[in-house]
């Protein structure tokens, strides 16, 4: 009779449960039975253990054996358990020394010949044994990186299961050679646990391949509006609606919009990354996220690839995967009208709740969402209405498609307008080549930074996610500036939410020019953009 244990982690959504691995064996006829709520790939994972453990010159035990995955409560799933299950087996038939794997965390896939292959979620994964108190972690050698991201545990990175044995029974390391290398020289990996790297310690994503040729802000001809729209939602973490004809210069703004938001902070960095990592996208070989995402779905998306979903346990959404950077959803009114409504309660909570038969999953989703429309079906649309063949019933229906309860949470509705000759050209006198990426991302970092400052010791740091009472009282504004916000809300043009957020925007613009308060220019202004109807506030004015 023997007896074992190794631990893993389940990933419910982009949180972790430690799972203990239980192997027990018995004298009887040979059999593997896997118990504790496991779905269909981690029952498959006998057959890859079984043959991994054989191949990796180890001897399978001939007798009865169960293995228990506790708490048998939590649903499991994926290919992630295979190295602690093959452990534990191997520590009950006392192959390995079952002390020496008793608080140790593995995480891994196994191919039939040994290897170790990488999972998804190893960041999160990693985060939750850290929180449960393990500090020994062993993960595939490509995702060493990303768990070492977590400071205080000591990461160990193989590539097979050969190595592992062998370092687990201080034996000599055999020398395995990556699959995508075969036949080339390869160093010996190094039998020793390291300790784990905080953010410190220069573990950042570098830049991606091509970042030196970024789009540039300054490559957008003309437009000198929606720039000033694009800088005060970046600066404030308002939402955006860009509305004009194709070609106007609607999607170069939005691709523009990353690069002018300030970095992430440390632990905005470890969250986007956990969501990636979850979602299977880190790019390899940089394991943190450190720039704001930017994710761009196409209008044929499914409710469930907005907000997360599929089968079994739901997987992060595109919501998600824009958390804490840019959410751009393109000739938006194509959109099905209940995907955009599914999007209502991650703008205001920042969190979306996903409930499935096999669980409930909470995904983290605050983004700052952008929306582009053209005026009409055809796009030709005008005040005079030349070039537009299309009906005003189908006018309205298109526009019908961005429900109110959705609009009403969209701070700045902006027209592009379509580029002139003079603009494109670089002839007009206030048209070309504008700012630069580089100049306008300066005074969002400035405006951010005073934002912060104004709202140290409050969960808070962006005017966006400021509540409607702190607003009206702790934050005042300068005395009569809400004279015609008021007035407006009496005559039902704006709702209190509506006002709740002409107050976030015009602290916004007070930001960006270095003021303490908002004037009633800046009310004027934020009232402006939100209606589109002018207030005889100059833009340029009151946002620079």
């Not at 440390?266 to 394991?287: C, D, F, M, N, Y």
Request: proline residues 8%; contains cysteine.
């Amino acid at each position: 009779m023997g007896f074992a244990r190794a631990c893993s982690v389940a990933l419910v959504g982009v949180e972790g449960v430690v799972v203990e691995v239980q192997a027990d064996l018995e004298a009887g006829v040979a059999a593997f039975t896997l118990v504790g709520l496991p779905d269909k790939s981690l029952v498959e994972s006998r057959d890859r253990v079984r043959a991994a453990v054989v191949n990796s010159g180890a001897e399978w035990p001939q007798k009865k054996l169960t293995v228990g995955l506790s708490p048998a409560s939590v649903p499991k799933g994926g290919s992630g358990f295979d190295l602690a299950v093959a452990c534990a087996v191997l520590g009950a038939a006392e192959r390995i020394d079952p002390a020496s794997i008793d608080d140790v965390v593995m995480i891994g896939e196994l191919g039939l010949d040994g290897r170790v292959r990488p999972v998804r979620g190893v960041l999160p994964a990693v985060l939750a044994a850290a929180d449960a108190g393990y500090r020994q972690v062993v993960v595939p050698e490509q995702t060493a990186g990303e768990a070492a991201l977590v400071p205080g545990v000591s990461v160990l990175g193989v590539r097979s299961l050969r190595q592992l044995i062998a370092v687990l029974c201080d034996e000599p390391v055999p020398d395995e050679r990556r699959a995508h290398e075969e036949g080339r020289p390869d160093p010996m990996l190094a039998g020793l646990m390291v300790p784990g790297a905080g953010l410190g310690t220069g573990l950042t994503r570098g830049p991606a391949a091509g970042e030196g040729a970024r789009p540039d802000l300054a490559d957008v001809a003309g437009q000198e509006r929606p720039r000033k729209a694009l800088e005060i939602a970046a600066a404030g973490g308002h939402h955006l609606l860009l509305t004009g004809p194709p070609g106007a210069g609607k999607t170069m703004l939005a691709e523009r919009m990353p690069a002018i938001l300030p970095p992430l902070t440390r632990q905005e960095s470890l969250e986007v990354t956990a969501v990636h990592s979850v979602a299977g996208i880190l790019p390899p070989g940089e394991p943190l996220v450190s720039r704001a995402p930017y994710c761009a779905p196409h209008h044929s998306a499914t409710m469930q690839s907005l907000v997360g979903g599929g089968n079994g346990l739901p997987r992060p959404g595109a919501v998600s995967l824009a958390h804490r950077g840019i959410l751009f959803l393109d000739e938006a009114p194509e959109f099905s009208v209940k995907a955009l409504d599914g999007l209502r309660q991650p703008l205001e909570s920042g969190h979306v709740v996903v409930a499935r038969s096999a669980g409930v999953v909470r995904l983290p989703a605050r983004f700052l969402m952008v929306l582009a429309a053209n005026p009409c079906p055809c796009g030709r649309h005008t005040l005079s209405g030349a070039g537009c063949e299309c009906p005003p019933s189908a006018v309205r229906r298109y526009h019908a498609r961005l429900s109110g309860p959705l609009l009403d949470r969209v701070d700045l509705r902006v027209a592009v307008e379509p580029v002139t000759r003079e603009d494109l050209m670089g002839r007009g006198g206030r048209g070309g080549r504008g700012e630069t990426t580089e100049t306008v991302a300066a005074r969002v970092l400035e405006a951010r930074a005073r934002a912060a400052e104004r709202l140290a010791g409050t969960p808070w740091t962006t005017n966006s996610e400021v509540p409607g009472h702190e607003l009206r009282t702790r934050l005042a504004v300068a005395p009569g500036a809400l004279m015609v916000a008021e007035r407006d809300m009496e005559r039902g043009l704006l709702t209190a939410r509506g006002l709740d957020r002409v107050l976030r925007v015009a602290w916004t613009i007070a930001d960006l020019r270095g003021a303490g308060r908002p004037e009633a220019a800046d009310v004027m202004t934020a009232l402006e953009l939100r209606s589109g109807i002018p207030r005889g506030a100059a833009l340029g004015a009151g946002a620079a």
